[in-house]
Structures are given as structure tokens and as C-alpha cells.
């Protein structure tokens, strides 16, 4: 069972460019990256997933290395609205194993 | 856009109670999940569902049981509410390969 490690929180100003890291050191073959956004009162919101070195999409980009040991989430140029806690999930195509980090709380001032 | 809907956003209920969650997704999706949230330790996976009728355990399934009778309908049961239960609970869905769609969650305290 792959366990994750984030920070636990992070600080950021408006308009950084802020990196959140996630080791996985028991990462398996057939194991996804996945990564999610929650505000308070709501349920996670899906961001970004990879397999391996990079992805970019609109919001975020994902990078892992070649051991995919861990994973780095960035999100270029911060806004107050990106206040939120990120996790990071890594589980397999046939979902026998899910395992969710405890979330990193980002914390976003002007 | 993905729906995922929970039947109640707050509940309270009796210790000793049978409490039933519900869950209902739009998207067709094979695979549905029920989550517990806790501050400090995340979000933990209690059951999924890979198909209708098709159930298996996550981390922590003591105390609750699920129903998949619909593809569509994945529910949570407490069989006997205690108070250790008293949590917030996300149901998820999603396919084969897919990222997973969430509802918004219920937030359930047993007094």
C-alpha cells in the first residue's frame, strides 16, 4: 500500500508561483498520481493526474521524476482564491489501493 | 459537468441508531466510494464499489456496511451508531482509469 507524505501547510503570497511536493516512496508499477483542491464545507475537487514526468493542464502542472518516488503539484501565480488544502492520491488503475495524504493546508495572502 | 449528490448535507442521530447515507452519480460511472474526514487525518476510504452488487473494503470498514443495488446508488449504512462515528462523509464516483468525482459531503453527528 503506497503511503504519502505532504508538508502540512504552506504560505504563499499573491502571484507566486507556489510547489507542493508528495513523496510516495512505495509507489507501485500500475499506481496513478492524482491530485485534488478543497475548500471548507466542500468535497475535493479534482486537479490534475499523472504516471510519469510531466502534465500541464490549464490550472496546474504535475511533475515526476523517473523513480516516481514522489510527485510535485504547481500552480503558477497563486490567488487569494487558491486558499485551500491540496491532496495528493495515489491508487491504481483498478482502484485496489487508495491512499490519500492528509492534505496540505495553503495558505495564500495579499 | 459530473454530478455527484448526497441525500443530506447535516444529520444528527442517536447512538444506537441505523443510519443510512446516501448517494446518488449522474455520469455512469463503474466505481462509487465512501470516505470518512477527520481534521488531522484526511480522508480515509471506508468502502468502494466497482459494480452493482460489488463491494469491497477500504481502510477502516468496521461499523458500517454498503449498498450498491442501482448502478447509479451507493449507500452507507451505519448499523449501530456510536459516537466515534461522528465525522464528515464524502462519496465519490468515477470510471475505470478515471479521476474521482465528489459530492459535497455530509456532515453526521451522533449524540
Known amino acids: 500500500l503506497a503511503k504519502t507524505t505532504q508538508p502540512i501547510s504552506m504560505d504563499s503570497y499573491e502571484g507566486q508561483e507556489v510547489n507542493i511536493t508528495c513523496s510516495h516512496n512505495?509507489?507501485?508499477?500500475?499506481?496513478?498520481i492524482t491530485w485534488y483542491q478543497q475548500f471548507p464545507s466542500q468535497g475535493p475537487r479534482f486537479i490534475i493526474q499523472g504516471y510519469k514526468t510531466k502534465v500541464t493542464n490549464e490550472v496546474a502542472s504535475l511533475f515526476i521524476p523517473a523513480d516516481r518516488k514522489s510527485s510535485t503539484l504547481s500552480l503558477p501565480r497563486v490567488s487569494l482564491s487558491d486558499t485551500a488544502v491540496y491532496y495528493c492520491l495515489v491508487g491504481d488503475e483498478g482502484y485496489s489501493t487508495l491512499t490519500f495524504g492528509k492534505g496540505t493546508m495553503l495558505l495564500v495572502s495579499p | 459537468d459530473v454530478k455527484v449528490t448526497q441525500s443530506s448535507r447535516y444529520l444528527v442521530k442517536r447512538t444506537g441508531e441505523k443510519v443510512f447515507l446516501e448517494c446518488v452519480q449522474d455520469m455512469d460511472h463503474e466505481n462509487m466510494f465512501w470516505y470518512r474526514q477527520d481534521p488531522g487525518l484526511g480522508l480515509r476510504l471506508i468502502y468502494f464499489s466497482y459494480d452493482v452488487k460489488m463491494k469491497e473494503k477500504g481502510d477502516i470498514p468496521e461499523g458500517y456496511s454498503v449498498s450498491r443495488e442501482k448502478k447509479e446508488r451507493f449507500s452507507l449504512i451505519l448499523e449501530s451508531a456510536s459516537t466515534n462515528q461522528t465525522s464528515m462523509y464524502l462519496c465519490?464516483?468515477?470510471?475505470?482509469?478515471?479521476?474521482?468525482?465528489f459530492g459535497d459531503g455530509t456532515r453526521l453527528s451522533i449524540l
Open positions: 512505495n509507489i507501485a508499477t500500475n499506481d496513478y
Open positions: 465519490a464516483s468515477g470510471g475505470n482509469n478515471q479521476p474521482q468525482h
